[in-house]
């Protein structure tokens, strides 16, 4: 595997489910971030991981958990998710401070 | 607050038919701009990175300069395969990346 990659590519669940989206990158980064994409909008910026270690929650919602158990992997939680939460789902490496490169993404449904 | 406005917001030439789009950008400290491509379904590709002022980059078809306000992507005898969303991000002093909302390209025959 190169580069970053994501699972699923698809999900679709309820509102009452809980489910994890998985991001793993093989370009020896040290940062790693989740964006969130909704149509006719530009990327927004969830968390962001430097190091293991949360540097960034730009105000996102309690029912969406992020975990980074090393600088390879980051893992995105979901639980209790509400229909306006259905979007593409990014995920994203670098060095510090240098361009971003992402995954394919996990399109997300809510029903 | 940094911000990027992208034109046009969709943009049609015909094979071969030349253009460019348009980035404008606010931002404290630039540290960088960056261009991405962008597939239906699929994740931005980077393009590329541009710091300062008056540089210019080029790959095949494309050419990105940059001024202190704007960023153009130049788009040279382009063909149907270039067609996707073209996304312009800028890096200041936070260092996290603030995205236009992009522009969509279609080539057609």
């Known amino acids: 595997e190169t580069g970053v990659t994501q699972t699923p590519r698809h999900l679709v669940m309820g509102m009452t489910n809980k489910k994890s989206l998985k991001c793993e990158q093989h370009l020896g980064h040290n940062a790693m971030y989740w964006y969130k994409q909704s149509a006719k909008k530009p990327l927004e910026l969830m968390f962001v991981y430097n190091f293991k270690e949360q540097t960034e929650n730009n105000s996102v919602p309690s029912r969406f958990s992020p975990e980074c158990p090393n600088s390879s992997h980051l893992f995105l939680h979901l639980h209790t998710l509400q229909p306006e939460d259905s979007a593409l789902y990014l995920c994203a490496s670098s060095r510090e401070g240098d361009e971003q490169f992402f995954g394919p993404g996990t399109r997300l449904t809510v029903l | 607050e940094d911000q990027v406005t992208q034109s046009p917001e969709a943009l049609r030439l015909q094979e071969g038919e030349s253009s460019s789009l348009n980035c404008s950008y606010t931002?404290?400290?630039?540290?960088?701009l960056f261009w991405y491509r962008q597939d239906p379904g699929k994740g931005p590709e980077f393009l590329f990175t541009l710091y300062s002022a008056g540089e210019e980059k080029e790959k095949e078809r494309l050419k990105a300069t940059l001024t202190k306000k704007e960023s153009f992507l130049h788009i040279t005898a382009p063909k149907p395969e270039d067609s996707a969303t073209y996304l312009c991000?800028?890096?200041?002093?936070?260092?996290?990346?603030?995205f236009g909302t992009g522009t969509r390209l279609q080539v057609t025959l």
């Open positions: 991000a800028v890096a200041g002093t936070a260092s996290k990346l603030t």
């Open positions: 931002v404290s400290g630039l540290r960088g």
